[in-house]
């Protein structure tokens, strides 16, 4: 039997470094000279792209295109949500801006408990209790009054006008407004413009009055249009109807906040990413300093002593994720010690390289990944050498799939991001402690990581990808294809991605992109395997040496566009 066992190892072995790469995908992403913006949607990179050619910066860009978003990829791109966004100015200055939403004043620790102490199902995901305090209007009006060039009328309209005259929906909205249209109805109750009584189709016009107002109202009095008057009015009555928490004290005392960047190296390049209230920033450095006591490089793209290494550091990394981090303004964090030298060097370089670290072993507990997710990336660098990474979300598809009645934007599901419970796993299967517990005005921890990284004191990338939980490894998936195994930027926004996240003590691969010898190495090392149909949709930009700069979308999961000159 050990012999078996033996030969089976050996032969997986052997096999181990073939990988199915899909050769009908482009090899490079846009090539142009002087700009690029990366969305999931063409209209919206469209909208960033006109907004720099009339003049305007990457800021002004990052507000066109993330207001069309709302309108044109509502699944994500939304009003009702919030985000991050990293930054770095041509002179090399950068900063990130947290528009994370909050909890509500009024939220209590056990809101989502039962009286007998039970986590009610979906009380967190869906309907008018699921939705924090919405911070993206202010976060984009910020940056816009800090960097931008061009006025906010000039960069709004485009929403404006797609709202208003509509826009034909492309195949995967079609497809995403059929599959919630009961849910829809169940928690509004009423129809609302995302739905209509026959089923979408590829190329139905989609119009939305009511989000035109909506649009027009932050356009003439900015952050007032929305946090003030008509519009948080409806977002009240809209909460109230449905014994939501929000009120207009809430949208009064919502501010997004400038923060330091983490910043961190990987073989000498810098890498700038997103801070605590995100744990994503801090694990990704974290296992790009794994990755450094191992020579990745040298064990090959897609190897099974690679993936085995990386699946071991991802692992290791977020146990730290669910046991320290929260919001800044609530919790002290280890930041220094997590990110140290000599504590990642205990924490990272005990990997057996031929046998599986079970996560019982690491800490204990078990979960599950439940797969409902939508968020969205877009990554800008402007003609002057400024970018801007932002990654922005409502959480689940279509947030709580509560429309603001009378202003045609969905209100977000993020409180399903703290921990309803301790050891209770949320819709990622991401366990959280008290450190991440339902308190009034804090800010739910999150895995969204926008990250730029340097080469020599120039921009080298701009990164970014929904996917919850696996948004960290995405991004540390992506940075590795490209310094380690020197892919071009599409091919490593193409690449097949797999996740592990400490508990469930499971890899999760992406379905037929990896070969089954290569697989069977894998398992057997330990690892427990599942599959996904995909994971994240990677929107990014690399600056080539000859200064050529590549816009990679991600076209094998999404229908995502780059658009520059
Ligand atoms: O902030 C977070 O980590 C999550 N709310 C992000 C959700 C997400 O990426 C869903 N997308 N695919």
Not at 45 to 74: I, R, W
């Amino acid at each position: 039997m050990k012999i078996q066992i033996l030969l089976f190892s050996i032969t997986a072995w052997l096999y181990a470094s073939c990988t199915t790469i899909d050769t009908t995908q482009p090899e490079t992403g846009l090539l142009t000279k002087n700009a690029m913006v990366v969305s999931a949607h063409s209209l919206a990179s469209e909208a960033g792209k006109q907004a720099l050619l009339a003049g305007g910066n990457a800021f002004d860009a990052a507000v066109a295109t993330h207001f069309t978003l709302a309108v044109v990829y509502p699944q994500a791109g939304n009003l009702g949500g919030g985000g991050f966004a990293v930054y770095r100015l041509n002179d090399g200055e950068i900063g990130t801006l947290d528009f994370r939403e909050k909890a509500p004043l009024a939220a209590t620790k056990n809101m989502y408990q039962d009286s007998t102490g039970q986590v009610v199902p979906n009380k967190s995901l869906v309907g008018h209790l699921a939705v924090g305090v919405p911070g993206s209007v202010d976060g984009l009006l910020k940056i816009h009054e800090k960097y931008g060039l061009l006025p906010l009328a000039t960069i709004l309209q485009p929403a404006i006008d797609l709202a208003k005259n509509g826009h034909a929906i492309n195949k995967t909205l079609a497809k995403e407004l059929n599959r919630f249209k009961t849910t829809f109805l169940q928690v509004n109750q009423r129809q609302t413009p995302y739905s209509k009584e026959e089923n979408w189709n590829q190329g139905d016009t989609l119009i939305n009055q009511d989000l035109a107002k909506t649009l027009t109202a932050i356009r003439d009095y900015g952050r007032s249009g929305f946090y003030k008057g008509w519009v948080a009015a409806s977002i009240i009555s809209e909460s109230k109807k449905g014994h939501g928490l929000l009120t207009q004290a809430d949208l009064n005392r919502y501010e997004s906040k400038w923060r330091k960047p983490l910043v961190g190296t990987y073989k000498n390049h810098k890498i700038i990413t997103m801070p605590p209230p995100s744990a994503g920033g801090i694990t990704l450095l974290q296992m790009l300093q794994g990755s450094e006591f191992y020579d990745l490089e040298k064990s090959g793209y897609n190897t099974s002593e690679t993936i085995h290494k990386m699946i071991e550091i991802e692992r290791r990394a977020y146990a730290d994720r669910s046991t320290y981090l929260g919001d800044p303004a609530f919790v002290e964090m280890p930041l220094d010690r997590l990110l140290s030298t000599a504590y990642n060097q205990s924490k990272f370089s005990n990997i057996d390289p031929s046998l599986a670290t079970p996560s019982s072993q690491i800490k204990e507990g078990q979960v599950e990944v439940i797969e409902s997710m939508e968020t969205t990336h877009f990554s800008i660098l402007d003609q002057a050498g400024n970018a801007i990474a932002i990654t922005t979300t409502l959480n689940s598809y279509f947030g709580s799939k509560v429309v603001v009645q009378g202003a045609g934007f969905f209100l977000n599901n993020e409180m399903d991001d703290f921990s309803a419970k301790p050891g209770v796993p949320n819709q990622f299967g991401l366990i959280s402690t008290a450190a991440n517990a339902i308190e009034p005005e804090k800010r739910m921890l999150s895995s969204m990581t926008p990250t730029i990284v340097e080469k020599e004191g120039k921009i080298k990338m701009v990164l970014g990808t929904p996917g919850g939980s696996t948004i960290i490894t995405s991004v540390y998936q992506t940075i590795l294809n490209t310094i380690d195994h020197q892919m071009t930027m599409q091919q490593a926004v193409n690449a097949p991605k797999f996740h592990s996240q400490w508990l469930p003590d499971k890899v999760y691969f992406e379905q037929g992109k990896f070969d089954q010898p290569l697989l069977d190495s894998i398992a057997s090392l330990g690892h427990q395997i599942e599959f996904r149909k995909a994971l994240g949709k990677l929107e990014c930009i690399m600056v080539h040496k000859d200064g050529s700069i590549e816009g990679a979308p991600d076209i094998t999961r999404n229908e995502s566009v780059a658009a520059g000159f």
